[in-house]
């Protein structure tokens, strides 16, 4: 069941809009939002995924990666942007992206200098002239606090943060945090961190007392779902197709349709 509500006072239908972050890098942002915003298109909504990363990933995963045409960084640098000459259309049904590359680096530092108008709500205001097309919009973050990705936290509704576990699991967590919630206070009240989920997981000691000491200790609720470690993830990277796609009956395909499926059952 789709989880969007028509607001008939307003006359629009609201979007749920997740940012996937964490201020480590290497611990499976990227392959966790291109995942599930395809396993999103599987169950029947329509996605927009936004790559705000200069690396341009998620770009290039969904062969949306160019320097010709417009990109993130014109959303966040022009004034009355629009969107549909930016998004891109995917090979896969219902699944259009936001492409991104390192334009962004220049992108934020003009925005940064510029004062004439609202720097941290620029992703959001343009997000409103599309929220009719999509049910969900999944946003892969760059690992900082850089302005491309606090605009990208003050769009949102919901923040997941993948999580590798090793010794500095928990590194970065408190200033991340601190961001949300200064972004609660001050842009968006009903943005909500729904929690951290373990990525590349192996069965033995170390991950197994890691998730229990997470769980314990953690400033963030964990999600059941974990996601694991898997010579699939490489290869799907190489031939540039979602887990469902390349490798359906593996363990970590099914692990990002539970996550997704927990995800969504908390809206």
Do not use: W
């Not at 298109?41 to 969904?62: A, C, H, M, P, W």
């Not at 729904?194 to 990525?199: D, L, N, R």
């Not at 998730?211 to 993830?233: F, W, Y």
């Amino acid at each position: 069941m789709k989880n969007y509500k028509i607001n008939l006072k307003k006359g629009v239908i609201s979007i749920r809009i997740l940012s996937i972050i964490n201020l480590k890098g290497g611990v499976g942002k990227t392959i966790s939002a291109v995942n599930m915003a395809y396993t999103l298109t599987r169950e029947n909504f329509r996605v927009l995924l936004i790559d705000n990363d200069k690396q341009g990933n998620t770009s290039k995963f969904y062969e949306a990666h160019d320097y010709e045409k417009p990109s993130i960084s014109d959303v966040l640098t022009e004034k009355n942007v629009d969107l549909d000459k930016i998004i891109r259309r995917t090979k896969y049904e219902r699944l259009d992206i936001i492409p991104a590359n390192m334009t962004l680096l220049r992108a934020d530092k003009e925005v940064l200098l510029d004062s004439t108008r609202q720097q941290q709500t620029r992703l959001s205001q343009a997000l409103k002239t599309v929220s009719h097309l999509y049910d969900y919009v999944v946003i892969d973050n760059a690992p900082d606090l850089s302005m491309n990705v606090i605009n990208a936290i003050v769009a949102s509704d919901d923040v997941l943060i993948p999580i590798k576990i090793d010794n500095f699991s928990l590194d970065g967590l408190e200033q991340l945090i601190e961001q949300v919630e200064n972004v609660r206070v001050n842009f968006n009240d009903k943005l909500n961190i729904a929690g951290g989920f373990v990525t590349m997981y192996q069965k033995n000691n170390v991950n197994i007392s890691g998730i229990e000491h997470l769980r314990k200790h953690a400033p963030i609720p964990m999600l059941g779902t974990t996601i694991c470690k898997t010579v699939k993830v490489d290869e799907s990277t190489f031939v540039r197709e979602p887990l469902l796609i390349y490798a359906p009956k593996t363990a970590v395909a099914q692990d990002y349709c539970r996550l997704t499926s927990e995800y969504i059952k908390m809206g």
